[in-house]
């Protein structure tokens, strides 16, 4: 580590919120499914800003929709109509599964599950929810309520009331949770922190006749599996699912902070002026981002490209005879390696070989790369994992409960 990186690590060490596992790397550029750091060094991004990269980094198409509108309008407030913000409205009403005609703007995919929360209690006059476990669905009060894992929720209990909890994939318990007093049900098609687990078309198929036999709404969020990443645009396509309401957010903007509620003529109906709202939310910078992007993988078929990539990886490295793995799995370009061990050092490991990787859970490594890499560049990380993996050398892979994010 040189000098000028000690600097910046530095004065986020002594500014910063301390919120956060650092690893010992400064980035400062990127450009596809590259990101080089202060000293020069590059590396394939297999993290991607938790998912948000889908276009990867820089792309031409979102820079010059960003400059253009910077240069002429960046913020409207929703009590004026703005040109971006309509057209992205139809852009989404024409691409999204049927009967979600409606969309709520925000900044993230936690206040897109916070607004989809708010509005099935509204829309239903019930205030229970049923959500899964290893689900994770964000960090803002109502949002940490439906995520599992006690890491994240015991130093703010107490926390909403009325969530309650089932085995993801596990239909026989998700019905004796459900009932007249359910407001909704919210899960993931891919489980992202819970593991990178998908879960199997009877359980979806099950989770909606469940909610339409007591009037609950189905709430899915795709934050990290929307536009393209699972192979399909939205990963519910692949079962033929009908949510009632869609939480849309990181890939959304390209890169631009964005979220995103989607529903229909049910919720809609239900929802007055200024029962919910956002300052930022809908601003038309980030409105032209999110539909460059949409642009973007329509015009590079990235949604194909997802599917055929992901599988490609998938089927490699199960090839691969690789200690420490005990299943690997995912869906589209979103793919997990279950280890024996836990993963921290085997990030560690990748990273000095040039690939950021990230974990999903304490032994689970996880691969969310731009729906823009290359076959190449896919190699080049399948060799470094493979790599990292092959060492039997025990003492170098050396288990410890430090968390790297």
């Not at 990186?5 to 530095?10: A, G, L, S």
């Not at 460059?292 to 055929?308: F, M, S």
């Not at 032994?363 to 993996?389: C, F, G, K, N, W």
């Amino acid at each position: 580590m040189n000098r000028q990186t000690r600097h910046w690590k530095q004065l986020e060490a002594d500014h910063g919120s301390g919120l956060y596992a650092q690893r010992d790397v400064v980035i400062v550029r990127g450009r596809g499914a590259t990101v080089w750091d202060a000293e020069g060094r590059s590396y394939l991004d297999c993290v991607g800003g938790h998912g948000v990269a889908l276009l990867g980094h820089a792309h031409p198409a979102v820079v010059a929709a960003v400059n253009r509108q910077a240069g002429e309008l960046i913020t409207c407030p929703e009590i004026f109509s703005n040109d971006k913000r309509a057209r992205l409205f139809r852009r989404l009403s024409d691409v999204a599964p049927p009967g979600l005609t409606r969309s709520y703007l925000c900044n993230s995919g936690a206040e897109a599950v916070e607004a989809a929360l708010k509005f099935a209690r509204i829309a239903t006059g019930r205030i229970g929810f049923v959500a899964a476990m290893r689900g994770f669905h964000g960090r803002t009060l109502g949002a940490l309520s439906a995520t599992w894992s006690q890491a994240y929720r015991a130093p703010f209990e107490p926390l909403v009331p009325g969530f309650t909890h089932f085995p993801y994939d596990n239909l026989d318990r998700a019905a004796a949770s459900i009932d007249e007093k359910t407001a909704a049900v919210i899960v993931e098609i891919v489980q992202g922190e819970g593991g990178v687990r998908p879960g199997s078309p009877a359980f979806f198929t099950g989770l909606r006749e469940l909610c339409d036999a007591t009037g609950a709404l189905l709430i899915v969020d795709e934050v990290q599996t929307g536009f393209g990443r699972t192979g399909r645009l939205f990963a519910c396509e692949h079962h033929g699912l009908r949510p009632d309401l869609l939480c849309l957010g990181k890939g959304i903007g390209g890169g631009v902070p964005m979220g995103a509620t989607l529903f229909g003529e049910r919720v809609a109906r239900a929802l007055k002026p200024g029962c919910h709202g956002s300052t930022f939310g809908g601003n038309p910078l980030a409105c032209a981002a999110a539909l460059a992007t949409l642009d973007v993988i329509e015009a590079e078929d990235l949604v194909r490209q997802a599917e055929e990539k992901g599988a490609y990886v998938i089927e490699r490295l199960r090839l691969l005879d690789l200690p420490w793995v005990r299943e690997i799995r995912g869906m589209g370009l979103m793919v997990g390696l279950e280890l024996t061990r836990k993963v921290r050092p085997f990030l560690l490991a990748l990273l000095k070989r040039g690939v950021l990787a990230l974990p999903a859970g304490s032994t689970v490594l996880r691969l969310l790369p731009p729906l823009v890499i290359s076959r190449e560049e896919l190699d080049l990380v399948i060799e470094a994992v493979a790599a990292a993996l092959e060492s039997k050398d025990e003492d170098s892979h050396a288990e410890t409960s430090e968390r790297v994010q």
